[in-house]
């Protein structure tokens, strides 16, 4: 009889143990439900996702970035120090004066392989020498071929050797598009062969004027980080071709640079003029004010034109002048294009050679005409 209850005691007490294991279990799992989630539990690893093949999405950055290594180059200037300055600083502190001394760093690539660079004009305007290297230890001098201060845009020539270089193909900037994939490559702050990607912010980006100057062309926006010494590298699609020259950025202190480089397409337009050496030269119209035809103060002249760019003054003698437009047209074609306003009109005569004659369509007096001006040199 004893053993029998020692029995049912035993059962008991299991039975008893197997419920509180299960009760403790399942508290913890509602605790853990209830819980605020740790951030850390929400986090992907740190790995790039396979794709097919067995490749990572991080391979075609890879691949592009293996092709520029050795076409991208870091560019170094020198200007002579005037020799008043030199003979003061002599004469009164007793010092000696270097006639040259550091003006500028930037980027650059090879875009042919007999040793033909493209860089930013403002890279290199002003040297005395230029310094084009592939690494600290692999430099070579180079001389100025051609440049064109507006586009800022220069070619440069490896001289000294016979070597044969990388070149990078020269894609096509009309077929970006907004959001895709691009890489910077260049010396930002010294720091030779740095790659930073982003995606194409934006295109078609216009400014009236930089740094004093008429802007010629449209810019493409991108995210990808661009810095000092940036300046002169390419803009590269995931095909490695350069659709842009990186510029110049917007942004200063803390705030992020925003960054904008010259559509390669606006480059090979001139890339012969460039190749032939010397300034490029650029369209004058002789127009002293234009205005936007669809503006408010083009309907208070009466102008009802939904487009195109009016002629408020001009100069006696002009190219326009002279070739018979007049105060009040309206231009609403140049050489085939419609113009979309003033500052539209503007970039069109700019990417213009001096002394090319062009095609001129205008509404005067709710009259199409059509005039041939050869255009001036600025």
């Known amino acids: 009889m004893a053993a029998k209850g020692a029995s049912t005691v035993r ?98 690539f090879f875009f042919r392989s007999d040793g033909y660079v493209l860089t930013n004009f403002h890279v290199v305007a002003n040297a005395d020498t230029i310094r084009v290297g592939i690494s600290e230890r692999d430099e070579f001098p180079a001389r100025l071929v051609g440049y064109d201060p507006l586009l800022d845009v220069a070619v440069l020539k490896v001289e000294g050797t016979h070597q044969r270089f990388t070149a990078l193909p020269l894609g096509d900037s ?10 910077a490559v260049g010396n930002p702050f010294g720091l030779d062969k740095t790659v930073t990607v982003g995606v194409v912010s934006a295109k078609g980006r216009e400014f009236e004027e930089l740094d004093g100057r008429p802007a010629v062309s449209s810019f493409i926006q991108t995210d990808a980080a661009i810095n000092p010494g940036n300046s002169g590298g390419p803009l590269l699609n995931l095909s490695g071709e350069v659709v842009g ?21 606006e480059v090979k337009r001139i890339l012969d003029r460039l190749l032939k050496g010397g300034r490029v030269t650029r369209g004058l119209l002789g127009v002293a004010d234009l205005i936007d ?10 102008i009802t034109a939904e487009a195109g760019a009016v002629i408020k003054e001009m100069f006696i003698n002009s190219p326009a002048y002279l070739a018979g437009l007049r105060p009040g047209d309206v231009i609403v074609r140049f050489n085939g294009i419609p113009v979309k306003d003033a500052a539209h009109l503007r970039r069109l005569v700019l990417q213009q050679p001096g002394g090319a004659r062009v095609k001129i369509e205008v509404l005067r007096n709710g009259q199409r005409q059509e005039f041939t001006v050869t255009l001036g040199s600025r």
């Open 293 to 302: 035809a669809n503006s408010p103060e083009a309907r208070r002249l009466g």
């Open 245 to 265: 020259i990186n510029t110049f950025i917007i942004g200063q202190g803390g705030n992020i640079g925003i960054g904008f480089a010259i559509p390669i397409n």
């Open 11 to 108: 059962k008991f007490v299991l039975l008893f143990a197997a419920v509180l294991l299960v009760g403790i279990f399942a508290g913890y799992q509602i605790a853990r439900w209830l819980r605020a989630p740790n951030p850390a539990d929400l986090l992907l690893p740190v790995t790039a996702a396979p794709v097919k093949g067995g490749a990572s999405l991080s391979a075609p950055f890879v691949q592009v970035a293996k092709m520029a290594e050795n076409s991208v180059v870091h560019i170094a200037t020198t200007a002579p120090v005037p020799e008043e300055y030199r003979l003061f600083r002599e004469f009164f502190f007793g010092e000696k004066v270097p006639e040259r001394v550091p003006a500028n760093y930037g980027s650059g």
């Open 174 to 183: 009309d077929k970006l598009q907004k959001g895709e994939w691009v890489m």
